[in-house]
Nanobody, 124 residues
């Protein structure tokens, strides 16, 4: 059974850093693409960043480029989202997701497995 569990929720101030963790189990972790999505009330879930199965450079949306990083630890079945220089627009519920494919996709419908989400709040 595929299972994803996020952790690292928090309420921080603008300019702070936060690291989210996603623990994965139930499949061969290294075989699939993984992504982090974000959702705020009244808006659709949007992708923040993603990594392919292979160790290619990760993808990030423009608003977080240079501030966010994704680290994938296949040996530990973990993927991390390091968020630096946070601003209020980064607030939301963050989800990690798995796509049973080599490559990532931009839309949530392409991902088969999801964590429960972890909340991040950034105050100005």
């Amino acid at each position: 059974q595929v299972q994803l569990v996020e952790s690292g929720r928090g309420l921080v101030q603008a300019g702070d850093s936060l690291r989210l963790s996603c623990s994965a189990s139930g499949w061969t972790f290294s075989e699939y693409a993984m992504a982090w999505f974000r959702q705020v009330p009244g808006k659709e879930r949007e992708i923040v960043g993603a990594v392919k199965r292979r160790p290619d450079p990760p993808y990030f949306i423009d608003s977080v480029k240079g501030r966010f990083a994704i680290v994938r630890d296949n040996a530990e079945n973990m993927v991390y989202l390091q968020m630096n220089d946070l601003n209020p627009e980064d607030s939301g519920v963050y989800y990690c997701a798995v796509r049973r494919s080599i490559g990532y996709a931009m839309v949530p419908q392409e991902y088969e497995y999801w964590g429960e989400g972890t909340r991040v709040g950034v105050s100005s």
